[in-house]
């Protein structure tokens, strides 16, 4: 057995563990000083790494699996980007152990390859492109590098590593259409820059010494931004190429029959990739640059696009400057070096979503492939499951014209489709359109509501199980041979989608009041109080029902069923999944003492199932910070009298959820797109939307002395917290724009022009403050009082 070079061996050792250097470099990454600009503190490391505390992950992982990261990219990209490049340290090809297609993790020790883009998210990006000194071999034996942990660095904009292994400085940046790679190579006879369309393979095509394109078989159409054509430009001619596949044949014939030709131009297959070779000196550089579209022709516009630049230092100052002036909206003085870093690093990747398709003026292919010319910035779907929770929330304050070509890039898609996009079992587009509206943002809103209104009342639409809903008022789970518990993954999840279908209702009940529809106004506003069927009040959870109304059984509340009853949640956490109508929850739960017991329980309540939720980490109690369903729960005892417990929860929440690991770059969960992200962003500043279909923040408590939000009509919001320490997390008394306040919360109206939000802090508890129930925020059952 071969011996590897002592180097090679060391970084190899390196990697096995979190080692005290990597650990003590992490934490010197996090000890910029307040006067940093916000740019230099953001670290998109930070979200690829998962928390290593036993007590913070439940029961997950199962055996054999790791532990979810908030598998986000440590790539460069710019904000909503159509392309990013990326590292690649997870054989997706193979396998992903955690169910989706994540590209890297940051407790892996080799580099796979880096991703130009290609399919839109993760571990789908086509091609790979790998930078390999000496012998290589032909995917999906792909010939991987260690990479020195020290090395590697990120920023807004820029990633940077040295592979170890082949003596090659890798460093990452992009433009909106573009990703630039650069190899700094060694002295080398050999110096290859391999370059494949994974797993599914499709078509390359060498076209001359330094220009290869291709098409990925892989992609949807509809949904990827970028396209499957790709076509990239080398800096320098290369003199050696060839092409290569790897048939995946039958079972039991290992991985397949390879096929390498030298000076061969086209090759079709899985596989399918060519190789280049360079006879360099020590410090010679090769960039690659590549752009992605719907067809050879697209692919080949925007490689040539107006921003589109062949000097990659150029690129990454640009990419940099476009950070610095998002970043530049919102400033943080006061706290923690750390706190610092986490919150930019969670403002960049809150940008995540949705993806740029076209800019104005520009060639894009739709969903039908045709060339249309956008006369609009035109955007991708909105993951309204996850971020329409909260990152459209942050998108409408800093970038409300954002905002509004993403509203129209939703209609048209409409248009095109029939069909408002919907996201998993729930259809928020209208939070989008709704929360919008309140926040002064000028749209055609009855246009808007035509699909609207079509997707809650169709039952051919994409609303699952409508017509079920609209007759019985609740949607109903089959319960499977064998009468599961723990229980499985199938399902109907007919409580959690009632619940989610009801809140949807009465944000599209809103949207017709304003348009004058007073019968549909009406009828939704019935409906949004569907939540109520099925809450069964003699075990005081939301609960399934099968058909004939009977109540499932049995049923544990502390089981994280997956889609049988539930969505990706327990009956603890669905519970709360009210943000319409949380006094009538508190109503049904038996007044405010009694919910307030309830929501002590949730979060103290150990977390002991025998089912398995693989992204349930980020525990306190039942509550689950690393998926979408309860995260709202901290913020509710606004509504029950007893703020003072959401302003402790969420310091703690900040605190121990998010880069508490040896790394300092853990996340809970999943970061779906931004959505946990926007969570610590808005909870750092001291105020999260409940419900983003209202123009209403709930207060928690500030970690930063002051916060001052430019938003999108440059007025400049401001937070102050006088007295702001760790201890000093609760708030005594407040003034909004000079005067008293003492609501837990603050509208969007409070803010519009600017103004400032002053809190006095302290160690202890102001149970008065905020208490008394004339002071509580909009809940649906007391506006039809």
Not at 90 to 109: C, E, H, K, M
Not at 311 to 335: I, N, P, Q
Not at 537 to 554: A, H, Q
């Amino acid at each position: 057995m071969a011996r590897l070079p002592h180097r090679a061996l060391a970084v190899a050792l390196s990697m096995l563990t979190v080692t005290c250097a990597t650990a003590a470099w992490a934490k010197d990454n996090q000890l910029a000083t307040s006067s940093a600009a916000p740019v230099d503190l953001a670290n998109p490391l930070v979200g690829t790494a998962p928390l290593d505390k036993q007590t913070l992950l439940g029961n997950a992982p199962p055996p054999g699996e790791p532990t979810y990261t908030g598998m986000t990219t440590p790539g460069a990209s710019l904000p909503q980007s159509a392309t990013e490049a990326a590292p690649v340290n997870i054989n997706a090809d193979l396998s992903f152990a955690t169910g989706v297609p994540v590209a890297y993790d940051y407790r892996r020790p080799t580099m796979f390859g880096f991703s130009g883009g290609g399919s839109t998210y993760g571990a789908r990006g086509a091609p790979i492109v790998m930078p390999v000194v000496g012998d290589w071999t032909v995917p999906p034996d792909y010939m991987a590098s260690y990479y020195d942990k020290a090395t590697e660095k990120a920023s807004p904009g820029y990633y940077t590593v040295d592979l170890a292994t082949f003596r090659t400085k890798v460093e990452l940046t992009a433009t909106q259409w573009t990703s630039l790679m650069r190899f700094t190579f060694p002295e080398s006879h050999r110096s290859n820059v391999v370059l494949n369309l994974r797993r599914a393979g499709g078509d390359v095509e060498v076209v001359d010494d330094h220009t290869i394109r291709g098409v990925a078989m892989a992609g949807r159409r509809d949904r990827d931004t970028d396209g499957p054509y790709f076509v990239a430009e080398f800096s320098r001619p290369f003199t050696t190429f060839g092409t290569f596949h790897a048939e995946v044949t039958a079972t039991g014939e290992g991985l397949g029959r390879e096929d390498v030709k030298a000076a061969r131009p086209k090759v079709s297959g899985d596989y399918a990739g060519a190789y280049v070779t360079y006879d360099t000196k020590a410090g010679d550089q090769v960039v690659v640059r590549m752009a992605h579209g719907h067809s050879a022709e697209e692919a080949e516009q925007r490689l040539r696009a107006q921003d589109s630049d062949t000097d990659f230092d150029r690129v990454h100052a640009k990419a940099r400057a476009r950070w610095a002036e998002l970043f530049g909206r919102v400033e943080v003085t006061g706290g923690t070096a750390k706190q610092r870093m986490l919150f930019y690093s969670t403002l960049y990747h809150a940008f995540a979503s949705p993806r740029m398709i076209a800019r104005k003026g520009e060639h894009y292919i739709d969903a039908q492939g045709r060339d249309q010319v956008a006369d609009y910035d035109h955007y991708g779907p909105v993951p309204f499951w996850d971020t329409g929770r909260n990152q459209i929330t942050l998108l409408m304050l800093l970038e409300p014209q954002v905002v509004q070509d993403i509203m129209r890039s939703e209609l048209d898609m409409a248009r095109e489709r029939g069909y408002m996009n919907t996201s998993f079992h729930g259809d928020h587009a209208v939070f989008l359109y709704d929360g919008a509206w309140q926040r002064g943002i000028s749209f055609d809103y009855a246009a808007a509501y035509t699909y609207l209104r079509k997707n809650a009342t169709d039952p051919n639409g994409p609303r699952g199980y409508l017509a079920e809903y609209m007759k019985n008022g609740w949607i109903a789970d089959i319960v499977p041979s064998g009468n599961p518990s723990p229980p499985y993954a199938g399902g109907k999840a007919g409580a959690a989608t009632t619940l989610e279908y009801a809140w949807d209702d009465h944000a599209l009940a809103d949207v017709a009041r304003r348009l004058g529809k007073m019968d549909d106004a009406q009828m939704f506003l019935r409906r949004a109080a569907n939540y109520r069927n099925v809450f069964d009040p003699s075990v005081g959870f939301v609960r399934g029902r099968t058909d004939d109304g009977k109540w499932i059984s049995p049923f544990d509340p502390g089981e994280p069923y997956y889609n049988f009853m539930m969505k990706e949640a327990s009956g603890w956490s669905t519970l709360w999944l009210v943000p319409h109508d949380v006094q009538g929850l508190i109503d049904l739960l038996g007044g405010r003492a009694a919910f307030n017991t309830k929501l002590d329980a949730f979060f103290s309540t150990p977390y002991q199932p025998k089912g398995i939720c693989r992204d349930c980490t980020g525990m306190i109690g039942q509550y689950v910070q690393g998926n979408q369903p309860d995260q709202q729960a901290a913020y509710l005892y606004a509504w029950s009298g007893q703020p003072w417990k959401t302003q402790s929860l969420t310091r703690r929440i900040l605190a121990e959820l998010y880069g508490s690991d040896a790394s300092g770059y853990g996340f809970p969960g999943m970061d779906d797109q931004g959505s946990t992200s926007s969570w610590y962003v808005l909870s750092a500043m001291g105020f999260y939307p409940v419900d983003p279909s209202r123009p209403d923040y709930i207060l928690g408590s500030p970690i930063f002395d002051r916060v001052r939000v430019r938003m999108g009509n440059d007025k400049v919001f401001e937070i102050v917290a006088r007295n702001n320490s760790t201890q000093n997390m609760y708030i005594q008394s407040a003034t909004l724009n000079g005067k008293p306040w003492t609501k837990p919360w603050f509208s969007h109206a409070d803010m519009a022009n600017g103004g400032m939000l002053v809190l006095v802090m302290g160690p202890e508890p102001n149970k008065s403050w905020g208490a008394d129930a004339s002071d509580a925020p909009f809940s649906m059952s007391v506006e039809r009082q």
